[in-house]
C-alpha cells in the first residue's frame, strides 16, 4: 500500500515498473522474516509452556502477545517499531500454532478428532482469503495499512476471549494429577441432562483410557533419547526415519508457499497486474486446495 510504504521508506511501486533497489529490498526482506524469527523463538518453547500452565492458558497468552504486537505495528512509525510488532505477532503465532491443534484434539470426542484438525486448517486458510479482501478494501485510504493490522488485534481478541470460556484439557488435567477435575471436564463435554447409562459409562471409558496413556508416556518419555527419532542405526525401524522425514520435508515453509504469498504484490506489480487483487486469487485457491485434504 502506498502509505505503508511511504511511512517506512520504501517508495513506491509503479505496476510494470523495476523492482525495488537492493536496500528497499532489505528492508522489506526484515518485516517479511521478523514475523518468522518469532513464531521459531517461540515454537521452540510453546509444549513445555502447555505443560506448565496448560492449553486454555498457553491458547490465550498467545492470541495476548500477538494482540500487543498487532497493535504495535498499527500504531508504528518507524521500521524499528514495526519489526518489533511483527516479531511479537511471531511469537504469538509459534504458541499458537503448537497448542491450538493439541488443544482441539484433546477436548474433541475421539471420531471428530481428524475432522477438526482439518477444519482448524481450513479456517487457517479462509484466514488468509478474508485478509486479502480487508487489504483491497483499504488499498482506497491513504492509512488503509493501520486498519488492515489493527484488525488483526479484533481477531486475536475473539480467539482470546472464546479460549476464556473453554475448559482445560481433560488430558492435562490428569497429567497434573487432578482426575477429579478431568472427570468433571469430560461429563461437561460428552453428557447432557439426558444422556444414557451407556453414553456415561462411554466417558468413563474414555477417561480411563486418557490416564492409561499418560502412564504409558510418561514411563516412555523416561526411557526416550533423542536419537530413538532416527540417528541411532538400531532404532527405531526404516519406517520411523522416513516418517520423520516426511514430517520435516512437507513444513510449509519448506514448500516455499510462505515467501509467494508475502512477495506475490511485487511479482505482479512488476508484471503490470493489479497486484492485490491477483494474490487473493492465489489465496482463494489456497483455500480451496484445503477442501482436497478434507
Not at 5 to 33: C, L, N, Y
Not at 70 to 91: E, P
Request: aromatic fraction near 10%; hydrophobic fraction near 45%.
Amino acid at each position: 500500500m502506498d502509505g505503508f510504504r511511504d511511512t517506512f521508506g520504501m517508495p513506491r511501486v509503479q505496476e510494470g515498473g523495476q523492482s525495488d533497489s537492493s536496500s528497499i529490498a532489505q528492508k522489506i526482506g526484515w518485516v517479511v522474516a521478523s514475523l518468522t524469527i518469532g513464531c521459531i523463538i517461540s515454537s521452540s518453547f510453546a509444549g513445555t509452556l502447555t505443560e506448565k500452565i496448560g492449553r486454555k492458558y498457553t491458547v490465550m497468552s498467545g492470541a495476548a502477545i500477538f494482540t500487543c504486537g498487532a497493535v504495535l505495528q498499527a500504531a508504528s512509525s518507524s521500521l524499528v517499531l514495526l519489526i518489533a510488532g511483527r516479531v511479537a505477532s511471531g511469537l504469538g503465532i509459534g504458541i499458537l500454532s503448537v497448542v491450538v491443534p493439541m488443544f482441539a484434539a484433546e477436548l474433541a470426542p475421539r471420531h471428530l478428532r481428524g475432522r477438526l484438525g482439518t477444519i482448524n486448517q481450513l479456517a487457517i486458510t479462509f484466514g488468509i482469503v478474508v485478509a486479502f479482501v480487508v487489504n483491497i478494501i483499504f488499498n482506497s485510504l491513504y492509512a488503509g495499512w493501520r486498519y488492515s493490522l489493527s484488525g488483526q488485534a479484533f481477531v486475536s481478541g475473539i480467539l482470546f476471549a472464546g479460549a476464556f470460556c473453554l475448559p482445560e484439557s481433560p488430558r492435562w488435567l490428569v497429567i497434573g494429577r487432578k482426575d477429579r477435575r478431568a472427570q468433571d471436564v469430560l461429563n461437561r463435554l460428552r453428557l447432557t441432562p439426558n444422556s444414557t447409562d451407556g453414553q456415561r459409562r462411554a466417558v468413563e471409558y474414555e477417561f480411563n483410557e486418557i490416564k492409561q496413556s499418560v502412564t504409558n508416556e510418561i514411563h516412555s518419555v523416561e526411557k526416550a533419547k533423542w536419537r530413538d527419532l532416527g540417528w541411532s542405526s538400531s532404532r527405531p525401524s526404516r519406517g520411523m526415519r522416513l516418517k520423520l522425514a516426511i514430517g520435516v520435508g512437507l513444513q510449509q515453509q519448506l514448500t516455499g508457499i510462505n515467501a509467494i504469498m508475502y512477495y506475490a504484490p511485487l511479482v505482479f506489480s512488476d508484471l503490470g497486474i493489479k497486484a492485490l487483487v491477483a494474490t487473493a486469487v492465489i489465496g482463494v485457491f489456497n483455500f480451496l486446495a484445503t477442501f482436497l485434504a478434507i
